[in-house]
Protein backbone atom coordinates (compact mmCIF):
# COMPACT_ATOMS: atom_id res chain seq x y z
CA UNK A 1 0.00 0.00 0.00
CA UNK A 2 2.53 2.57 0.69
CA UNK A 3 4.59 2.22 -2.32
CA UNK A 4 0.96 2.56 -4.25
CA UNK A 5 0.68 6.13 -1.89
CA UNK A 6 4.19 6.94 -3.47
CA UNK A 7 2.96 6.12 -7.26
CA UNK A 8 0.09 7.75 -6.73
CA UNK A 9 1.99 11.34 -5.19
CA UNK A 10 4.63 11.14 -8.11
CA UNK A 11 1.92 10.58 -11.06
CA UNK A 12 -0.07 13.64 -9.71
CA UNK A 13 2.45 16.07 -9.60
CA UNK A 14 2.66 18.38 -12.23
CA UNK A 15 6.42 18.78 -13.17
CA UNK A 16 6.85 21.87 -15.42
CA UNK A 17 10.48 21.52 -15.98
CA UNK A 18 12.14 23.27 -18.78
CA UNK A 19 11.76 21.94 -22.29
CA UNK A 20 15.31 22.12 -23.71
CA UNK A 21 15.62 19.77 -26.17
CA UNK A 22 15.04 15.45 -26.42
CA UNK A 23 17.88 13.13 -26.69
CA UNK A 24 16.89 10.14 -28.46
CA UNK A 25 19.21 7.03 -28.54
CA UNK A 26 17.75 4.29 -30.89
CA UNK A 27 18.75 1.52 -32.11
CA UNK A 28 16.94 -1.83 -33.85
CA UNK A 29 16.58 -4.92 -31.76
CA UNK A 30 18.62 -8.39 -33.58
CA UNK A 31 14.59 -9.53 -33.83
CA UNK A 32 14.21 -6.35 -35.90
CA UNK A 33 12.08 -4.12 -33.20
CA UNK A 34 12.54 -0.29 -33.38
CA UNK A 35 13.84 1.09 -29.97
CA UNK A 36 13.88 4.95 -29.26
CA UNK A 37 15.29 5.60 -25.14
CA UNK A 38 15.30 8.72 -23.50
CA UNK A 39 16.67 9.00 -20.07
CA UNK A 40 15.24 11.36 -17.56
CA UNK A 41 16.28 11.85 -13.98
CA UNK A 42 13.44 13.91 -12.75
CA UNK A 43 11.10 11.05 -11.36
CA UNK A 44 12.75 7.51 -9.83
CA UNK A 45 10.08 6.16 -13.08
CA UNK A 46 10.33 4.09 -15.72
CA UNK A 47 8.03 4.27 -18.51
CA UNK A 48 7.46 1.61 -21.72
CA UNK A 49 5.70 2.28 -25.06
CA UNK A 50 5.05 -1.10 -27.37
CA UNK A 51 3.17 -0.70 -30.92
CA UNK A 52 2.16 -3.30 -33.21
CA UNK A 53 0.63 -2.71 -36.72
CA UNK A 54 -2.14 -4.51 -35.10
CA UNK A 55 -5.34 -1.41 -35.55
CA UNK A 56 -8.44 -1.93 -36.69
CA UNK A 57 -7.05 -1.60 -40.49
CA UNK A 58 -6.50 -4.98 -39.92
CA UNK A 59 -10.15 -6.09 -39.79
CA UNK A 60 -12.41 -6.69 -42.39
CA UNK A 61 -16.27 -7.16 -42.94
CA UNK A 62 -16.57 -10.62 -41.49
CA UNK A 63 -14.25 -10.11 -38.40
CA UNK A 64 -14.44 -6.45 -37.85
CA UNK A 65 -13.48 -6.05 -33.90
CA UNK A 66 -11.40 -8.83 -34.14
CA UNK A 67 -7.83 -6.46 -33.59
CA UNK A 68 -9.53 -4.05 -30.94
CA UNK A 69 -10.76 -7.58 -29.27
CA UNK A 70 -7.29 -9.01 -29.15
CA UNK A 71 -6.12 -5.88 -27.71
CA UNK A 72 -8.84 -5.70 -25.28
CA UNK A 73 -8.05 -9.31 -23.97
CA UNK A 74 -4.62 -9.30 -23.95
CA UNK A 75 -5.06 -7.42 -20.49
CA UNK A 76 -7.01 -9.99 -19.11
CA UNK A 77 -4.85 -12.58 -18.21
CA UNK A 78 -1.68 -14.26 -19.22
CA UNK A 79 0.41 -17.35 -19.02
CA UNK A 80 -1.71 -19.10 -17.00
CA UNK A 81 -2.58 -16.18 -14.60
CA UNK A 82 -6.28 -15.30 -14.28
CA UNK A 83 -7.18 -11.67 -14.67
CA UNK A 84 -7.54 -10.64 -11.24
CA UNK A 85 -4.51 -12.40 -10.04
CA UNK A 86 -2.85 -10.60 -13.39
CA UNK A 87 -4.15 -7.17 -11.81
CA UNK A 88 -3.01 -7.47 -8.36
CA UNK A 89 0.22 -8.57 -9.16
CA UNK A 90 0.88 -5.52 -10.97
CA UNK A 91 -1.12 -3.56 -8.32
CA UNK A 92 1.26 -4.85 -5.27
CA UNK A 93 4.20 -3.58 -6.47
CA UNK A 94 3.02 -0.20 -7.33
CA UNK A 95 3.10 -0.80 -11.24
CA UNK A 96 0.13 0.47 -14.12
CA UNK A 97 -0.94 -1.47 -17.12
CA UNK A 98 -2.39 0.09 -19.55
CA UNK A 99 -3.11 -0.05 -23.36
CA UNK A 100 -3.85 1.75 -26.83
CA UNK A 101 -5.81 1.58 -29.58
CA UNK A 102 -6.87 3.18 -33.11
CA UNK A 103 -7.36 2.41 -36.86
CA UNK A 104 -3.70 1.89 -37.56
CA UNK A 105 -1.77 0.55 -33.85
CA UNK A 106 -2.48 -1.54 -30.89
CA UNK A 107 -0.42 -0.65 -28.07
CA UNK A 108 0.43 -1.35 -24.23
CA UNK A 109 2.00 0.74 -22.36
CA UNK A 110 3.75 -0.18 -18.34
CA UNK A 111 4.53 2.65 -15.61
CA UNK A 112 6.76 1.19 -12.57
CA UNK A 113 8.72 2.52 -10.00
CA UNK A 114 12.58 2.10 -10.35
CA UNK A 115 12.78 0.22 -7.49
CA UNK A 116 10.42 -2.33 -8.79
CA UNK A 117 11.34 -2.52 -12.50
CA UNK A 118 12.66 -5.53 -12.77
CA UNK A 119 9.45 -7.20 -11.05
CA UNK A 120 7.40 -5.51 -13.51
CA UNK A 121 8.63 -5.69 -16.83
CA UNK A 122 8.79 -9.38 -16.02
CA UNK A 123 5.05 -9.13 -15.42
CA UNK A 124 4.59 -6.79 -18.45
CA UNK A 125 6.06 -9.41 -21.24
CA UNK A 126 3.92 -12.15 -19.71
CA UNK A 127 1.01 -9.63 -20.81
CA UNK A 128 3.28 -9.21 -24.11
CA UNK A 129 4.57 -13.01 -25.08
CA UNK A 130 1.73 -15.02 -23.59
CA UNK A 131 -1.81 -14.11 -23.26
CA UNK A 132 -4.20 -16.22 -22.68
CA UNK A 133 -7.44 -15.23 -24.62
CA UNK A 134 -9.85 -17.32 -22.23
CA UNK A 135 -13.06 -17.71 -23.85
CA UNK A 136 -15.00 -17.70 -20.73
CA UNK A 137 -13.57 -14.19 -20.19
CA UNK A 138 -14.02 -13.65 -23.70
CA UNK A 139 -17.63 -14.15 -23.98
CA UNK A 140 -17.91 -12.28 -20.93
CA UNK A 141 -16.38 -9.11 -22.69
CA UNK A 142 -17.83 -9.65 -26.00
CA UNK A 143 -21.42 -8.69 -24.03
CA UNK A 144 -20.14 -5.54 -23.21
CA UNK A 145 -18.27 -4.51 -26.21
CA UNK A 146 -22.18 -5.55 -28.22
CA UNK A 147 -23.67 -3.51 -25.36
CA UNK A 148 -21.54 -0.66 -26.16
CA UNK A 149 -22.43 -0.51 -29.51
CA UNK A 150 -25.81 -1.04 -29.51
CA UNK A 151 -26.01 2.00 -27.44
CA UNK A 152 -23.79 4.10 -29.76
CA UNK A 153 -26.40 2.88 -32.18
CA UNK A 154 -28.44 5.75 -30.33
CA UNK A 155 -26.15 8.50 -29.98
CA UNK A 156 -26.33 10.72 -32.99
CA UNK A 157 -22.48 11.49 -32.77
CA UNK A 158 -21.59 7.98 -33.00
CA UNK A 159 -23.97 7.36 -35.87
CA UNK A 160 -22.53 10.49 -37.90
CA UNK A 161 -18.98 9.74 -37.01
CA UNK A 162 -19.64 5.88 -38.19
CA UNK A 163 -21.22 7.12 -41.60
CA UNK A 164 -18.52 9.51 -42.08
CA UNK A 165 -16.01 7.36 -42.50
CA UNK A 166 -17.98 4.14 -43.95
CA UNK A 167 -18.68 6.99 -46.79
CA UNK A 168 -15.59 8.44 -47.47
CA UNK A 169 -13.55 5.26 -46.95
CA UNK A 170 -16.00 2.90 -48.90
CA UNK A 171 -14.38 -1.21 -48.75
CA UNK A 172 -11.25 0.14 -47.11
CA UNK A 173 -10.99 -0.87 -43.58
CA UNK A 174 -10.64 2.32 -42.47
CA UNK A 175 -14.52 2.97 -42.90
CA UNK A 176 -15.36 0.25 -40.67
CA UNK A 177 -16.26 0.79 -36.81
CA UNK A 178 -13.11 0.30 -35.03
CA UNK A 179 -15.03 -1.47 -32.45
CA UNK A 180 -16.71 -3.48 -34.93
CA UNK A 181 -20.02 -4.42 -35.65
CA UNK A 182 -22.70 -7.02 -33.80
CA UNK A 183 -23.09 -9.48 -36.11
CA UNK A 184 -19.16 -9.84 -37.02
CA UNK A 185 -17.75 -9.88 -32.54
CA UNK A 186 -20.70 -12.53 -32.13
CA UNK A 187 -18.83 -15.06 -34.48
CA UNK A 188 -15.35 -14.17 -33.24
CA UNK A 189 -13.57 -17.09 -31.07
CA UNK A 190 -10.78 -17.34 -29.43
CA UNK A 191 -8.70 -19.34 -31.68
CA UNK A 192 -9.13 -16.23 -33.99
CA UNK A 193 -7.77 -14.62 -31.57
CA UNK A 194 -4.58 -16.18 -31.37
CA UNK A 195 -4.02 -16.55 -34.96
CA UNK A 196 -4.68 -12.28 -35.10
CA UNK A 197 -1.59 -11.90 -32.29
CA UNK A 198 0.71 -14.59 -33.79
CA UNK A 199 0.35 -12.77 -37.13
CA UNK A 200 0.09 -9.12 -36.13
CA UNK A 201 2.23 -8.50 -33.10
CA UNK A 202 5.60 -9.02 -34.50
CA UNK A 203 8.93 -8.38 -33.42
CA UNK A 204 9.76 -6.92 -37.06
CA UNK A 205 6.85 -4.61 -36.61
CA UNK A 206 7.07 -4.00 -32.69
CA UNK A 207 7.79 0.25 -31.97
CA UNK A 208 9.19 -0.23 -28.69
CA UNK A 209 9.89 2.85 -26.48
CA UNK A 210 11.66 3.59 -23.04
CA UNK A 211 11.61 6.60 -20.82
CA UNK A 212 12.61 7.25 -17.75
CA UNK A 213 15.56 6.97 -15.14
CA UNK A 214 17.79 4.21 -16.54
CA UNK A 215 20.82 4.01 -18.38
CA UNK A 216 21.17 2.66 -22.42
CA UNK A 217 22.53 -0.62 -21.74
CA UNK A 218 19.63 -1.61 -18.88
CA UNK A 219 17.03 -0.16 -21.78
CA UNK A 220 18.83 -2.54 -24.12
CA UNK A 221 18.17 -5.41 -22.20
CA UNK A 222 14.57 -4.37 -21.92
CA UNK A 223 13.99 -3.76 -25.57
CA UNK A 224 15.46 -6.90 -26.40
CA UNK A 225 13.75 -9.24 -24.19
CA UNK A 226 10.46 -7.72 -25.03
CA UNK A 227 11.84 -8.18 -28.76
CA UNK A 228 12.41 -11.96 -28.48
CA UNK A 229 9.28 -13.37 -26.66
CA UNK A 230 6.89 -11.97 -29.63
CA UNK A 231 6.23 -13.46 -32.85
CA UNK A 232 7.70 -13.54 -36.05
CA UNK A 233 6.17 -13.34 -39.52
CA UNK A 234 8.62 -11.57 -42.24
CA UNK A 235 6.31 -11.73 -44.96
CA UNK A 236 3.66 -9.48 -42.70
CA UNK A 237 1.36 -7.35 -45.28
CA UNK A 238 0.85 -3.72 -45.02
CA UNK A 239 -2.04 -2.00 -45.12
CA UNK A 240 -4.04 -1.33 -48.13
CA UNK A 241 -3.69 2.55 -49.97
CA UNK A 242 -6.43 4.50 -49.74
CA UNK A 243 -7.90 4.82 -52.60
CA UNK A 244 -10.63 7.91 -53.83
CA UNK A 245 -14.57 7.49 -53.42
CA UNK A 246 -17.38 9.15 -54.93
CA UNK A 247 -18.39 12.04 -52.61
CA UNK A 248 -21.90 11.66 -51.12
CA UNK A 249 -24.42 14.25 -49.24
CA UNK A 250 -26.10 11.75 -46.86
CA UNK A 251 -28.81 13.12 -44.08
CA UNK A 252 -29.70 10.71 -41.44
CA UNK A 253 -33.06 11.24 -39.47
CA UNK A 254 -32.53 10.94 -35.60
CA UNK A 255 -34.87 12.42 -33.39
CA UNK A 256 -31.70 14.34 -31.44
CA UNK A 257 -32.33 18.40 -30.43
CA UNK A 258 -29.24 19.59 -32.49
CA UNK A 259 -28.04 18.28 -35.95
CA UNK A 260 -24.48 16.89 -36.39
CA UNK A 261 -22.59 17.87 -39.84
CA UNK A 262 -19.58 15.89 -40.73
CA UNK A 263 -18.06 16.92 -43.67
CA UNK A 264 -14.29 15.76 -45.74
CA UNK A 265 -12.48 13.89 -47.42
CA UNK A 266 -9.03 11.38 -46.93
CA UNK A 267 -6.05 13.77 -47.73
CA UNK A 268 -2.91 13.33 -45.55
CA UNK A 269 -0.69 10.46 -44.02
CA UNK A 270 2.24 10.40 -41.74
CA UNK A 271 5.06 11.58 -43.06
CA UNK A 272 3.63 13.69 -45.67
CA UNK A 273 5.63 16.63 -47.52
CA UNK A 274 3.29 19.33 -47.17
CA UNK A 275 2.18 18.52 -43.49
CA UNK A 276 3.82 21.87 -42.02
CA UNK A 277 1.74 23.94 -44.59
CA UNK A 278 -1.52 22.41 -44.19
CA UNK A 279 -1.19 21.70 -40.39
CA UNK A 280 -0.12 25.57 -39.29
CA UNK A 281 -2.90 26.10 -42.19
CA UNK A 282 -5.64 24.03 -40.15
CA UNK A 283 -4.94 25.96 -36.72
CA UNK A 284 -5.86 29.16 -38.47
CA UNK A 285 -8.80 27.83 -40.44
CA UNK A 286 -10.48 25.79 -37.53
CA UNK A 287 -7.85 23.82 -35.49
CA UNK A 288 -7.18 27.16 -33.18
CA UNK A 289 -10.21 26.97 -31.23
CA UNK A 290 -11.82 30.73 -30.51
CA UNK A 291 -9.30 32.74 -32.70
CA UNK A 292 -9.92 30.12 -36.27
CA UNK A 293 -11.43 31.68 -38.89
CA UNK A 294 -14.25 29.21 -38.48
CA UNK A 295 -15.09 30.34 -35.38
CA UNK A 296 -15.01 33.82 -36.00
CA UNK A 297 -17.58 33.36 -39.43
CA UNK A 298 -19.71 30.36 -37.63
CA UNK A 299 -19.90 31.50 -34.39
CA UNK A 300 -18.94 35.02 -33.74
CA UNK A 301 -20.68 36.45 -36.54
CA UNK A 302 -23.76 34.52 -37.25
CA UNK A 303 -24.47 32.62 -33.90
CA UNK A 304 -25.12 29.77 -35.77
CA UNK A 305 -22.99 27.18 -33.04
CA UNK A 306 -21.42 27.09 -30.10
CA UNK A 307 -18.09 25.41 -31.71
CA UNK A 308 -17.24 24.52 -34.86
CA UNK A 309 -13.89 22.92 -36.07
CA UNK A 310 -11.48 21.34 -38.55
CA UNK A 311 -8.77 18.76 -38.19
CA UNK A 312 -6.28 16.54 -40.37
CA UNK A 313 -6.10 12.78 -39.04
CA UNK A 314 -2.98 11.44 -40.42
CA UNK A 315 -2.87 7.73 -40.77
CA UNK A 316 -0.26 4.99 -41.85
CA UNK A 317 -2.33 5.78 -45.10
CA UNK A 318 -4.44 8.82 -46.05
CA UNK A 319 -6.28 10.26 -43.08
CA UNK A 320 -9.32 12.63 -43.17
CA UNK A 321 -9.68 16.34 -43.53
CA UNK A 322 -12.50 16.93 -41.36
CA UNK A 323 -14.81 19.78 -40.59
CA UNK A 324 -17.60 19.38 -37.51
CA UNK A 325 -20.38 21.55 -35.95
CA UNK A 326 -23.37 20.95 -34.22
CA UNK A 327 -26.22 23.38 -34.37
CA UNK A 328 -29.97 23.68 -34.69
CA UNK A 329 -31.79 21.93 -37.21
CA UNK A 330 -33.60 24.77 -39.25
CA UNK A 331 -29.75 26.38 -39.01
CA UNK A 332 -27.86 23.18 -40.32
CA UNK A 333 -28.06 24.65 -44.05
CA UNK A 334 -27.27 27.92 -43.29
CA UNK A 335 -23.98 26.69 -41.23
CA UNK A 336 -22.82 24.41 -43.88
CA UNK A 337 -23.05 26.88 -46.42
CA UNK A 338 -21.16 29.23 -44.32
CA UNK A 339 -18.41 26.42 -43.82
CA UNK A 340 -18.27 25.53 -47.47
CA UNK A 341 -17.97 29.66 -48.23
CA UNK A 342 -15.32 30.23 -45.39
CA UNK A 343 -12.88 27.02 -46.74
CA UNK A 344 -13.19 27.98 -50.29
CA UNK A 345 -11.80 31.30 -49.37
CA UNK A 346 -9.08 29.83 -47.13
CA UNK A 347 -8.30 27.47 -50.00
CA UNK A 348 -8.18 30.24 -52.51
CA UNK A 349 -6.36 32.57 -50.78
CA UNK A 350 -4.90 31.48 -47.84
CA UNK A 351 -4.49 33.35 -44.17
CA UNK A 352 -3.53 36.62 -43.59
CA UNK A 353 0.09 37.74 -42.75
CA UNK A 354 -0.97 38.79 -39.19
CA UNK A 355 -3.48 35.56 -38.68
CA UNK A 356 -0.23 33.15 -40.01
CA UNK A 357 2.16 35.27 -37.12
CA UNK A 358 -0.38 34.43 -34.04
CA UNK A 359 -0.62 30.81 -35.53
CA UNK A 360 2.77 30.02 -35.06
CA UNK A 361 3.52 32.15 -31.91
CA UNK A 362 0.87 29.87 -30.57
CA UNK A 363 1.83 26.57 -31.64
CA UNK A 364 5.72 27.30 -30.78
CA UNK A 365 4.90 28.59 -27.41
CA UNK A 366 2.72 26.04 -26.25
CA UNK A 367 5.13 23.00 -27.63
CA UNK A 368 6.67 22.74 -24.56
CA UNK A 369 3.86 22.39 -22.38
CA UNK A 370 3.74 18.83 -24.45
CA UNK A 371 6.65 17.53 -23.18
CA UNK A 372 6.56 18.57 -19.50
CA UNK A 373 6.52 15.05 -18.19
CA UNK A 374 7.52 11.42 -18.72
CA UNK A 375 3.81 10.48 -20.13
CA UNK A 376 3.66 13.12 -22.99
CA UNK A 377 7.25 12.46 -23.48
CA UNK A 378 6.34 8.79 -24.23
CA UNK A 379 3.16 9.55 -25.85
CA UNK A 380 5.13 12.10 -28.06
CA UNK A 381 8.13 9.59 -29.49
CA UNK A 382 5.89 6.29 -29.69
CA UNK A 383 4.33 8.58 -32.24
CA UNK A 384 7.50 9.42 -33.99
CA UNK A 385 8.71 5.53 -33.48
CA UNK A 386 5.65 3.97 -35.03
CA UNK A 387 5.23 6.35 -37.62
CA UNK A 388 8.74 6.53 -38.67
CA UNK A 389 9.22 10.39 -38.21
CA UNK A 390 12.87 11.65 -38.21
CA UNK A 391 14.74 11.20 -35.25
CA UNK A 392 15.33 14.97 -34.75
CA UNK A 393 11.13 15.77 -35.31
CA UNK A 394 11.23 17.17 -32.32
CA UNK A 395 14.65 19.23 -32.02
CA UNK A 396 13.01 20.89 -35.52
CA UNK A 397 9.60 21.24 -34.80
CA UNK A 398 9.65 24.84 -34.06
CA UNK A 399 11.91 25.99 -36.84
CA UNK A 400 10.09 23.94 -39.26
CA UNK A 401 6.72 26.02 -38.03
CA UNK A 402 8.55 29.22 -37.89
CA UNK A 403 9.47 28.34 -41.40
CA UNK A 404 6.09 27.95 -42.88
CA UNK A 405 5.13 30.93 -45.11
CA UNK A 406 1.61 32.09 -46.36
CA UNK A 407 1.96 31.10 -50.07
CA UNK A 408 3.40 27.62 -48.75
CA UNK A 409 -0.20 27.42 -46.89
CA UNK A 410 -2.44 28.28 -50.19
CA UNK A 411 -0.01 26.49 -52.30
CA UNK A 412 -0.93 23.68 -50.21
CA UNK A 413 -4.55 23.74 -49.98
CA UNK A 414 -4.73 24.62 -53.62
CA UNK A 415 -3.34 21.81 -54.16
CA UNK A 416 -4.24 19.24 -51.74
CA UNK A 417 -7.65 20.36 -50.77
CA UNK A 418 -10.47 20.06 -52.85
CA UNK A 419 -14.27 21.24 -51.08
CA UNK A 420 -15.69 19.82 -54.14
CA UNK A 421 -14.31 16.57 -53.09
CA UNK A 422 -15.85 16.70 -49.75
CA UNK A 423 -19.01 14.00 -48.47
CA UNK A 424 -21.51 15.55 -46.33
CA UNK A 425 -23.24 13.94 -43.22
CA UNK A 426 -25.68 15.90 -41.50
CA UNK A 427 -27.68 13.41 -38.79
CA UNK A 428 -30.54 15.00 -37.13
CA UNK A 429 -32.60 16.13 -40.39
CA UNK A 430 -34.64 13.91 -43.02
Known sequence: MFIKQILFILLIINFNYVYAGVKIDHWITSEGSKVYFVKTDHLPILDITVSFKAGSARDNASNNGIASLTNHLMLMGSDGINEVDLANKFSDIGAQLDSGFDRDKSSFSLRTLKENQEKAIQLFNLVLHKPNFNKGIMD????????????????????????????????????????????????????????????????????????????????????????????????????????????????????????????????????????????????ILGGGGFVSRLTTEVREKKGLVYSVYSYFMPFLENGPFQVGLQTSKDQIEQALNLVKITVKEFIDNGPTDSELEAAKSNLIGGFPLRLESNKKIVEYISMMAFYDYPIDYLDTFSDNVNAVTVNQIREAYKKRVNIDDFTTVIVGIE
Not at 212 to 239: E, M, Q, R, W
Request: charge should be positive; glycine fraction near 6%; aromatic fraction near 12%.
Open 140 to 283: REKKKYLASIRQGETEPATIGSKAFMKTIYGNHPYGLPMSGKVDSIQKITSSQLKEFYDNFYLSNQAAIVIVGDTDVKTAKDISSKISSGLPKNLKSSFYAKVEKTEKKNINIPHPSAQAHLYFGTPIMKRGDPDFFPLYVGNY
